[in-house]
């Protein structure tokens, strides 16, 4: 990194963060002009109001502004196109910084190709959301043990059973994770204080401690022949395109929960409909889809036995200082000479 260092806010921050930023170190300089970025709607809302319009004069301030920058907090317009345009427009470009714990699928889809890739770095915000996450995940896994939806429907339809159904108990029980990554492991770390037995998958096998088995993705099916409830964190790349396929449901042990907080495009949807048709499935807790928004014929919206969240799990009130304060962290790293955690894998985009 340069001697003075030129950091530019491309989407809505906080002004009390941005000094944050400003403080890390006297050589670095924050542009921030607050007006050319759309309101927030909500808390950690990073692409902002979609009805903000900025005048001809503000969308030039805006990309004169960027393109000024060693470094970008946040996808210019927080798109994929506005990474491209940028990568393509400015030469010093030396780091872009995503709001997003799996920005890899916005990096494929800028259609950068690697030569262009390789002349910058793109960090992510994986952890911050790993604990929001890792709970969201949790309450699908104990929705499932304990039969909300069937209690919801009962009280919808003020009906009080005269058999009683019993509930599982989530301590004894084991879980599997795909992708025990932060997000995972952070899972695995609740589910074992509720009792349950975790293994799970990574890409690179080794022992990973309080975690009874480890294989890669070739040897979940062996996993899952035991598993209670199965909790997938894996982002969509090509690998991992619809590993959730009917064999892999198959595999399961009958009246198995399913909870997805990774990528959409992980599970194969018809097949997880047959699954919670055949029994294979119990319940199914998802926060992403293959397509977003759900398309309004999707049968996962009045399925009696799923959960339908928004991609929303993953938000907190405290997100924009948390991705805030891991950016300040990463920067320092920067300054120091040393690369940030959390590089975007060009091949693998993840």
Not at 94 to 123: C, E, N, P, Y
Not at 293 to 310: A, F, I, T, Y
Not at 323 to 330: D, G, L, Q, T, W
């Amino acid at each position: 990194m340069t001697s003075q260092t030129i950091v530019a806010i491309a989407v809505p921050l906080e002004a009390e963060l941005v000094e944050r930023i400003r403080a890390v170190d006297p050589a670095v300089t924050v542009l921030y002009e607050p007006e050319l970025l759309p309101p927030e709607r909500f808390p950690a809302d990073h692409a902002g109001d979609p009805a903000f319009k900025r005048t001809a004069d503000q969308e030039e301030r805006y990309w004169a502004m960027l393109k000024a920058a060693d470094v970008l907090y946040g996808f210019p317009n927080e798109s994929p196109d506005g990474l491209a345009r940028i990568a393509r427009e400015n030469p010093r470009l030396r780091w872009v910084h995503a709001m997003a714990a799996g920005a890899g699928g916005a990096v494929r889809a800028s259609g950068l190709d690697q030569q262009t890739l390789q002349k910058f770095k793109i960090t992510t915000s994986a952890g911050v959301h790993a604990l929001p996450l890792a709970e969201f995940a949790a309450l699908g896994v104990l929705n499932g043990l304990k039969r909300t939806p069937e209690l919801a429907r009962d009280q919808a339809a003020k009906v009080w059973p005269q058999l009683r159904t019993p509930t599982r108990l989530a301590n004894g029980s084991t879980l599997v994770v795909t992708g025990l990554g932060e997000i995972g492991l952070e899972t695995a770390r609740i589910a074992r204080a509720l009792g349950m037995k975790v293994s799970g998958t990574k890409r690179t096998v080794e022992p990973i401690e309080g975690i009874e088995k480890v294989t890669d993705n070739a040897g979940l099916t062996t996993l899952l022949a035991t598993a209670d409830a199965v909790v997938n964190t894996l982002p969509g790349t090509p690998f991992t395109e619809k590993l959730f396929n009917r064999e892999v449901f198959a595999a399961m042990k009958p009246g198995t929960v399913f909870v997805n907080v990774g990528r959409g495009t992980v599970v194969d949807e018809q097949a997880l409909l047959e699954a919670l048709e055949n029994g294979q499935v119990s319940y199914a807790c998802l926060d992403v889809f293959a397509v977003e928004p759900l398309p309004q014929d999707s049968p996962l919206w009045n399925h009696p036995r799923v959960m339908v969240s928004p991609h929303t799990s993953a938000l907190s009130e405290a997100e924009n200082r948390l991705i805030a304060e891991r950016f300040c962290a990463n920067l320092r790293t920067v300054l120091d000479g040393g690369n940030p955690p959390h590089l975007v894998d060009t091949v693998h985009f993840y």
